[in-house]
Each structure stands twice: as structure tokens, then as C-alpha cells.
């Protein structure tokens, strides 16, 4: 079985990601890596945890040489509207932290890379309607510059060096596992905790934002599937558009509220919704569909249904 390395392990993604590749591996070839936050639970009773930071390359090597890896899952990352607050630290993590990654790799011989871009490396300029999959990227805030940036660089690595490098753009992703960890789609996933709780939300975006959706289920099984995708049938060497859903915030409270009796939201945008406003509401992924057969199995009805359920259940 393939040792694989998981940076980021405990955020949004790395939460769920890692414990479906140890499903996938078994648990003692998956390495789980976080920079400061505790591990959850189950991670750290069912497979091998490490502590570093990913701006430290050394700490890299170090893992990987020890562990035997093949593949790297790089998930490292603050967040758009927590990296508005600190963009240095953004770049440091986002970018940094991704050349450390690659040059490692190169220097171990890692087989493959995963790495997420997002619709943040979209900008003001992108055509916001099924925004195709080669179109300007003049995104405005420090998140999406790493993002611009990291897809150049994964494509360089992947043409100078010859290192198999995968990525697709997340569009926002919404789970009952994992909290709201800091970035502008934040909404989608904090309005179901607080219709469970208090049975009203104070939306930080307008009523009718729209912007492309993933149910992290959808998420993970898509990552796994590019992951194991023959490498000849890849054809986009920055970044795959990955797409499932789309729908305006207040289209997402009035499902909610079809589900919680009672549930009302209010709209009170902030500093977010300017970010918001310069991402695409809807994405084209037919590249994404055609090369590895991505399809996405989650509507706006489904995932709502299964949030609630699972919510109900860890909030009681």
C-alpha cells in the first residue's frame, strides 16, 4: 500500500479527507499533519499523527523520508476572509508552504501531489455564469493570489520536473463534521448549526449571493477519483474546474426552513460579501467531467436533508 502524507489534516477538508484515505490505505499508511490544532478523536486513535509546520521544509523531508511517502495530499491553507486579516501569514502558509511541498517531492521522489486551488483564484474580470475553465484570473484578495500563484507553480513543477501534480478549485464546501473554519462561504455551513440551535441566522451576504456549492461527501469522493485517474487522461495542468451545485443564500434559508418549523434568517452583510461579489455563481466543469467522469451526487435538497440529520444528531 502507498504511504501517504496528509498536510493540513484537521482543517474543513483534511478532517474528512484523511480519514477516507485511510479507509482507502489503511490507517497506519496514512500520516495525519497539523501545524497547532489538536487532533480530533478518531484521527488520533486510528493512525499515525505528526505536529509541524509546513513553512518548515526541513520538517517536511523529515516526515517524508521517515514514513516511506509516496503521495502528499497538501491542504495547508488560511482561508479568504481570514486571510484578508492576515495576509502575510496567507502567503507564507498558502504559497510557501506549497513550493516547500514541491521541492520536497522532487527532492524524495513523491509519486503524486494533491494539492486544492478554489473559485478564489477567480476575480471581478471572470464571466460570473458558468465561468469556463480557461478564463481570466485576476482574483482580489491575498487567498486568491496563492491560489493563481500555486496553480503556475504546480504546472511548472509538473513540466520542469516531471512531478504528477492534481488539483481542482473547491467551490464552497458545506459539512456537518467539520465547523466553519474562516472562509467567505462560511454562511452555508453556520446557517444549519444555528437553525438547529437558535432557529434563526444573521446571513453575513446579501439574500440573493449566489455562488457554487459542494457537499463535502461530493468533495472527497471527487478528490479520490482525480487522485486515482489514469495520469495520460489529464489534460488541465493547473487546476480543474469542480462544480456541483449552485444556489443564492436566501434559496438555501428557505430550504432550511422547509426542514426546521420555525427557522427564520436576516441578511446583514459585512466586509465578506465584497469578496463574495468577485467569485463566479456558477461554474463550468464539463472539462472535470469529461477527462476523469467527475459527477456530483448531492442537490441543494439532498444535502440539506442530510445535514439536518446528522446536525440533530451531534448538536443534541
Given at each position: 500500500m502507498s504511504k501517504v502524507l496528509v498536510i493540513g489534516a484537521v482543517g474543513q477538508i483534511g478532517t474528512e479527507l484523511t480519514m477516507a484515505l485511510r479507509a482507502k490505505h489503511g490507517n497506519e499508511n496514512v500520516i495525519a499533519t497539523t501545524r497547532k490544532s489538536e487532533f480530533p478523536e478518531a484521527m488520533k486513535n486510528s493512525g499515525p499523527c505528526e505536529k509541524w509546520d509546513v513553512t518548515d521544509k526541513e520538517a517536511i523531508k523529515r516526515s517524508v523520508k521517515a514514513n516511506g511517502?509516496?503521495?502528499?495530499?497538501?491542504?495547508?491553507?488560511?482561508?479568504?476572509?481570514?486571510?484578508?486579516?492576515?495576509?502575510?501569514?496567507?502567503?507564507g502558509i498558502n504559497l510557501l508552504g506549497l513550493k516547500n511541498t514541491l521541492d520536497v517531492a522532487r527532492e524524495c521522489g513523491v509519486k503524486k501531489i494533491f494539492w486544492p486551488s478554489s473559485i478564489a483564484a477567480f476575480g471581478p474580470t471572470t464571466p460570473r455564469k458558468r465561468t469556463p475553465q480557461y478564463t481570466p484570473l485576476e482574483p482580489t484578495t491575498m487567498y486568491g493570489v496563492t491560489k493563481v500563484s500555486g496553480e503556475l507553480l504546480c504546472q511548472y513543477y509538473g513540466i520542469k520536473y516531471g512531478l504528477d501534480i492534481r488539483s481542482v478549485r473547491y467551490p464552497g464546501l458545506i459539512s456537518w463534521k467539520a465547523e466553519p473554519g474562516g472562509g467567505t462561504t462560511d454562511y452555508a455551513v453556520a446557517i444549519f448549526y444555528e437553525a438547529i440551535k437558535q432557529k434563526k441566522y444573521e446571513c453575513f451576504v446579501g439574500p440573493?449571493?449566489?455562488?457554487?456549492?459542494?457537499?463535502?461527501?461530493?468533495?472527497?469522493?471527487?478528490?479520490?477519483?482525480?487522485?486515482?485517474?489514469?495520469?495520460?487522461?489529464l489534460t488541465v495542468k493547473t487546476s480543474y474546474n469542480f462544480a456541483a451545485i449552485s444556489f443564492s443564500a436566501k434559496e438555501l434559508a428557505d430550504e432550511v426552513a422547509k426542514l426546521v418549523p420555525g427557522f427564520t434568517c436576516t441578511y446583514a452583510p459585512d466586509r465578506r460579501q465584497k469578496i463574495a461579489d468577485s467569485w463566479p455563481e456558477s461554474i463550468d466543469d464539463s472539462q472535470a467531467r469529461r477527462d476523469w467522469n467527475w459527477n456530483h451526487k448531492y442537490d441543494l435538497h439532498k444535502m440539506s436533508m442530510d445535514m439536518i440529520e446528522n446536525l440533530k444528531v451531534k448538536l443534541a
Amino acid at each position: 500500500m502507498s504511504k501517504v502524507l496528509v498536510i493540513g489534516a484537521v482543517g474543513q477538508i483534511g478532517t474528512e479527507l484523511t480519514m477516507a484515505l485511510r479507509a482507502k490505505h489503511g490507517n497506519e499508511n496514512v500520516i495525519a499533519t497539523t501545524r497547532k490544532s489538536e487532533f480530533p478523536e478518531a484521527m488520533k486513535n486510528s493512525g499515525p499523527c505528526e505536529k509541524w509546520d509546513v513553512t518548515d521544509k526541513e520538517a517536511i523531508k523529515r516526515s517524508v523520508k521517515a514514513n516511506g511517502v509516496e503521495e502528499i495530499y497538501q491542504l495547508a491553507s488560511l482561508l479568504s476572509a481570514t486571510g484578508e486579516q492576515n495576509p502575510d501569514l496567507a502567503f507564507g502558509i498558502n504559497l510557501l508552504g506549497l513550493k516547500n511541498t514541491l521541492d520536497v517531492a522532487r527532492e524524495c521522489g513523491v509519486k503524486k501531489i494533491f494539492w486544492p486551488s478554489s473559485i478564489a483564484a477567480f476575480g471581478p474580470t471572470t464571466p460570473r455564469k458558468r465561468t469556463p475553465q480557461y478564463t481570466p484570473l485576476e482574483p482580489t484578495t491575498m487567498y486568491g493570489v496563492t491560489k493563481v500563484s500555486g496553480e503556475l507553480l504546480c504546472q511548472y513543477y509538473g513540466i520542469k520536473y516531471g512531478l504528477d501534480i492534481r488539483s481542482v478549485r473547491y467551490p464552497g464546501l458545506i459539512s456537518w463534521k467539520a465547523e466553519p473554519g474562516g472562509g467567505t462561504t462560511d454562511y452555508a455551513v453556520a446557517i444549519f448549526y444555528e437553525a438547529i440551535k437558535q432557529k434563526k441566522y444573521e446571513c453575513f451576504v446579501g439574500p440573493q449571493t449566489t455562488l457554487p456549492m459542494m457537499y463535502m461527501p461530493d468533495a472527497i469522493r471527487g478528490t479520490i477519483e482525480l487522485m486515482g485517474a489514469p495520469r495520460e487522461k489529464l489534460t488541465v495542468k493547473t487546476s480543474y474546474n469542480f462544480a456541483a451545485i449552485s444556489f443564492s443564500a436566501k434559496e438555501l434559508a428557505d430550504e432550511v426552513a422547509k426542514l426546521v418549523p420555525g427557522f427564520t434568517c436576516t441578511y446583514a452583510p459585512d466586509r465578506r460579501q465584497k469578496i463574495a461579489d468577485s467569485w463566479p455563481e456558477s461554474i463550468d466543469d464539463s472539462q472535470a467531467r469529461r477527462d476523469w467522469n467527475w459527477n456530483h451526487k448531492y442537490d441543494l435538497h439532498k444535502m440539506s436533508m442530510d445535514m439536518i440529520e446528522n446536525l440533530k444528531v451531534k448538536l443534541a
